[in-house]
């Protein structure tokens, strides 16, 4: 027996919304993106078994509520200098930020190539993604400005949830 369009569409809404609420909550609080995609993962709950279409417009919804950060300035992109200071190219962005430009424009630029580098909140500075950086952490002070994805255990268990 297959799944009726208004059973799919009622169960599309719930997932939709339960999204929305886990992505609000998250950005709220300063989450990483592993702890964002652990409750994303329970809220599809509510779609278990649905049609693949469901499925793939609640992926583009995802999307598209995760680029809309980037574009409004609530996620912002850093470099961490070994004194733990974040370096960020964004225009206006708040203390503890501090802009690359004066690096790039003291011949400097280079160096911050070498350091780690990250996805961090904009409201408090809150690390959300690190990509595989934490490698290059060689001080404490870049470890504290991880925060939370300084925890291997934690980085990890975040990549194993977004590949599987």
């Known amino acids: 027996?297959?799944?009726s369009i208004d059973r799919a569409?009622?169960?599309r809404a719930l997932a939709k919304t339960a999204i929305g609420d886990a992505?609000?909550?998250?950005?709220?609080?300063?989450?990483?993106?592993?702890?964002?995609l652990a409750k994303i993962e329970t809220a599809m709950r509510h779609v278990k078994g649905a049609p693949r279409w469901v499925h793939a417009y609640l992926?583009?919804?995802?999307?598209c509520a995760s680029d809309a950060r980037y574009s409004s300035g609530k996620l912002i992109y850093a470099h961490?200098?070994?004194?733990?200071?974040?370096?960020?190219?964004?225009?206006?962005?708040p203390d503890p930020f501090?802009?690359?430009?004066?690096?790039?424009?003291?011949?400097?630029?280079?160096?911050?190539?070498?350091?780690?580098?990250?996805?961090?909140w904009m409201h408090n500075a809150k690390p959300y993604f690190s990509g595989r950086d934490m490698d290059r952490c060689t001080t404490d002070a870049q470890r504290a400005?991880?925060?939370?994805?300084a925890?291997?255990?934690?980085?990890?268990?975040?990549?194993?949830?977004?590949?599987t």
């Open 145 to 149: 400005a991880m925060g939370a994805l």
């Open 9 to 11: 569409l009622r169960q």
């Open 23 to 36: 992505m609000r909550m998250v950005e709220f609080y300063g989450m990483t993106h592993g702890e964002e």
């Open 1 to 3: 027996m297959g799944y």
């Open 98 to 120: 501090k802009s690359s430009a004066p690096l790039y424009a003291a011949g400097r630029g280079g160096e911050m190539s070498g350091w780690p580098s990250g996805h961090f």
């Open 59 to 63: 992926s583009g919804w995802r999307e």
């Open 151 to 163: 925890n291997p255990a934690r980085w990890r268990h975040a990549h194993s949830v977004a590949c």
């Open 80 to 93: 961490i200098a070994p004194d733990g200071t974040l370096y960020t190219g964004h225009k206006g962005a």
